[in-house]
């Protein structure tokens, strides 16, 4: 069984479109996250969840949304997409610990998003 | 300056070689340290993490960290052709990257050739 997975893996669209991502663990895991991979393979952090709260919110535009319906879940809503938008958007989850500890991220496959 | 700074590479050896891999990084708060593999069109796998200073070692991968110079490699020896991929390097703070994410390094392309 997939323990991270994504929905769509590619997903082309025009400019201006509306476009959700979806995202399921099956580890039991309490956070979630996204992280955006431009073409020059740069992986940085956009948002994460625990217990269906938004524990950081990085200098992301406000176009993108993330919505978790449950602990499993955590989907990713991007509105009036642009050029600059294409990327490869990965999910991850975590069982986050206790300050002084750490725990494995696991990655989803990714989705492939180009904005035309 | 970014805070995590990596070689993109490509860097390129025979089999059997021993590979080097480093990061220097800016943020003297990052405590978790943390190598993933990453093939082509595929997420990010764990390979190794370390907790503050020190080194590990699992089979042919060492990691090591010197936080005093803001520094970590990784090494791999008997390089294998499976071994190609994107290697980043990412770190975190005190959380453990539960709260805060993680900072990836923009990784390095390594070619093991047969």
């Known amino acids: 069984d997939t323990a991270v997975s994504q929905t769509p893996k590619y997903l082309v669209t025009q400019m201006g479109n509306d476009k959700s991502i979806k995202c399921e663990q099956n580890?039991?895991?309490?956070?979630m996250y996204w992280y955006k991979q431009d073409s020059k393979k740069f992986l940085k952090i956009m948002f994460s969840y625990n217990n269906k709260e938004l524990i950081i919110n990085e200098t992301v535009p406000n176009r993108f949304s993330p919505k978790s319906p449950d602990k499993a879940h955590l989907n990713l809503h991007i509105n009036s997409l642009e050029l600059g938008d294409s990327a490869v958007y990965f999910c991850?989850?975590?069982?986050?610990?206790?300050?002084?500890?750490?725990?494995?991220?696991?990655f989803g496959p990714g989705t492939r998003l180009t904005v035309l | 300056q970014k805070e995590v700074e990596q070689d993109p590479g490509p860097l390129s050896v025979p089999e059997g070689a021993i590979v080097s891999l480093n990061c220097t990084y800016s943020n003297s708060a990052f405590q978790y340290f943390m190598w993933y593999r990453q093939y082509s069109r595929k997420g990010p796998e764990l390979l190794m993490y370390?907790?503050?200073?020190g080194n590990k070692e699992d089979g042919r991968f060492t990691a090591q960290v010197d936080k005093s110079s803001k520094y970590i490699s990784l090494f791999i020896r008997d390089s294998q052709p499976s071994d190609s991929a994107t290697y980043l390097c990412a770190m975190s703070g005190d959380s453990g990257g539960g709260a805060d994410g993680l900072t990836f390094g923009k990784g390095t392309h390594l070619i093991i050739q047969p």
């Open positions: 370390t907790y503050s200073s």
């Open positions: 580890l039991g895991h309490d956070t």
């Open positions: 991850a989850s975590s069982q986050v610990k206790d300050r002084g500890s750490t725990d494995t991220q696991y």
